[in-house]
C-alpha cells in the first residue's frame, strides 16, 4: 500500500503561486514566438494623421474657391421675384448648380464635407423650382384679374344696356 502524499497549506500556496507564473512565462513566450513577425498597428498613426491633416488643408484650399461659386449661385436664385426668370438666367443658374453638385465630385479625398456640395445642389434646385411655381402662378393670378376686370367691365356695360332697354320698352308701353 502506498501512502497518500499531502501538501502543507503553505506548499500549496507555492504551488498555486508557481503555477500562475509558469502561466504568464508561457503567455509570454508563446505571445514573442506568435507576434513576432506582425507590424504594430500604432507605429503608422502619425504618418496617418499627417496625411490627414494635410488632405483637410488641401480640402479647404479647394473649398475657398467654391463659396465663391456657391454665393453667386444662391444669389442669382434669390434675386429672381414674382416674373419668369429669362431663358439666359435660367440657363446661368442651372449651369451654377450644375457646377455646384459637380465640384467636388472627381476629388479623390475622403473628406466627408465633400458629400455635401450634392446636396446643396439639390437644394438650389429645389429652392429654383419654387422660385419658377411662384413666378408662374403670380403670372396667373394677374392673368385672371385682368380677366376679371375685363368681365366686370363688360357685366357693367351689358348691365347698363338692359336698363336701357328696359327703360325704353318701358317708356313705349306708356
Known sequence: MQGQITLSKKEKHYQFLYLILMLFAAIIFLGILFLKGFESPFSDEDVISIQSLEEKAKFDQKQ?????????TFSQIDRLKDEA?????????MNGINDV?????????????????????KFYKMYFDDKKVISS??????????????????????????????????????
Do not use: H, M, W
Not at 475657398?64 to 453667386?72: A, N, V, Y
Open 64 to 72: 475657398k474657391f467654391t463659396f465663391k461659386l456657391l454665393d453667386s
Open 101 to 121: 453638385a459637380n465640384q467636388l465630385a472627381n476629388d479623390n479625398t475622403t473628406d466627408i464635407r465633400k458629400d455635401a456640395y450634392p446636396q446643396i445642389a
Open 137 to 174: 402662378k403670380t403670372e396667373n393670378i394677374k392673368s385672371f384679374e385682368k380677366q376679371f376686370e375685363e368681365c366686370s367691365i363688360g357685366f357693367k356695360e351689358k348691365k347698363s344696356q338692359l336698363f336701357q332697354r328696359e327703360t325704353a320698352l318701358k317708356a313705349r308701353t306708356q
Open 85 to 93: 426668370p429669362q431663358p439666359f438666367v435660367e440657363n446661368n443658374i
